[in-house]
Nanobody, 122 residues
């Protein structure tokens, strides 16, 4: 059993910052890529940022230069530092991870967190 638990969402004014965290726990052998997605009301879920186990990153064009994804492999945790937030960043943010559970060898499975609300409003 693998769980992803997000934290750090909330209400922030335009131009403000938030830092999201997502910790993976359970019977984890290894974690490949980790990432953040978001879904605004009435819209499809979209990829925001992703990071490989080696630290390579990529970002959606809409957040590049404002958001930074990082991870702590020892803690099985991924972070999303969000700066210069805009009202259009308002959404539920979901953590995602590709996990190989114990015991090895095992297939990689996709896991999702429960989501955390980010609201950018004055």
């Amino acid at each position: 059993q693998v769980q992803l638990v997000e934290s750090g969402g909330g209400l922030v004014q335009p131009g403000g910052s938030l830092r999201l965290s997502c910790a993976a726990s359970g019977s984890i052998f290894s974690i490949n890529a980790m990432g953040w997605y978001r879904q605004a009301p009435g819209k499809q879920r979209e990829s925001v940022a992703a990071i490989t186990s080696g630290g390579s990153t990529n970002y959606a064009a809409s957040v590049k230069g404002r958001f930074t994804i990082s991870r702590d492999n020892a803690k099985n945790t991924v972070y999303l530092q969000m700066n210069s937030l805009k009202p259009e960043d308002t959404a539920v943010y979901y953590c995602n991870a590709g996990v190989r559970p114990y015991p090895p060898p095992s297939y990689e499975y996709d896991y999702w967190g429960q989501g955390t609300q980010v609201t950018v409003s004055s």
